[in-house]
Each structure stands twice: as C-alpha cells, then as structure tokens.
C-alpha cells in the first residue's frame, strides 16, 4: 500500500507541469464598455465593408478595436497589448496591413484583429481581451461586457 501512493504521488509530480516561464496575461482590467456603433455614422462607416477595422478612443483599457469579418459579425477587442500593463506604448495601432493590430511597445508584439491571437515572437503567449457584440438592427451593434 505504501509503494502504491508512493508510486502516484511520484507519477502525480511528474506529469504535472509547472510553468515557470513568467508568463502572465492578466494586466488588462474590466473595464465597463457599452459602446453603440451605428456603421451609418460617417465614424464607423468603413464597417460596412468586411475585412475593415476601426479604431474607438475612450473605451476599454486602451480603446477598442472593430473589425468587420463578414456581413453579419461584427468583432470587438481591447486595445491594449494584453502582454503588458496598459501605458501609452501598448495601445495596438494599425500595422498597415489592415487586418494585424502592433504595439508600439519595443517588443511590437503583433495580433490579428480576425482571430485575437499573437504572432509567433510575441513577448507572451496572449490573446487580445475580445468583447461581446450584439446586433441590434438598422446597421446598428452594441458593444459591451
């Protein structure tokens, strides 16, 4: 009996894996957003055409990304690099590619606005913080958490 639990707490340590790599994606608070985006609004016009993205001020951490993927879905991410503590440097801009947000961090780590996940050789293994968008009618969407 004894050799048992011995033998499982031996396989227990072994298989699990402690990360100590310093990864840590949790700098970007919830910040409240009700945010109504009417894509007849000269504001948020390019949304009415898939593959745009447009950038919001004043929301979420740094902002918020839109980015229209078809007809009917409408995305909305933070703007803050989740991979750092929000400062000016990790507001993500338009990389000019349309569809890939930067960080103007010194790492300029690099997300797709399609699927909020990072690129290969980003500081951390983080996605982008995603907020959930309803369509409410008329070319009109309600963004919130």
Known sequence: MKKTLILLISLLLLTCNKSDDGTNCNFLFDAGVNLTV???LP???QLQFTGNGVYVSGQGNNGIWLWRANQSTLYAWDAADPSHQPTACSTLTDSGTG???VCG???ANEYSLITGFGFEGNTQPCTLQPYRVEDIGNNTF???N
């Open 105 to 107: 961090c010194e790492d």
């Open 38 to 40: 009417n894509t007849n």
């Open 99 to 101: 569809d890939i947000v």
């Open 142 to 144: 309600l963004v919130s």
């Open 43 to 45: 504001q948020f016009s």
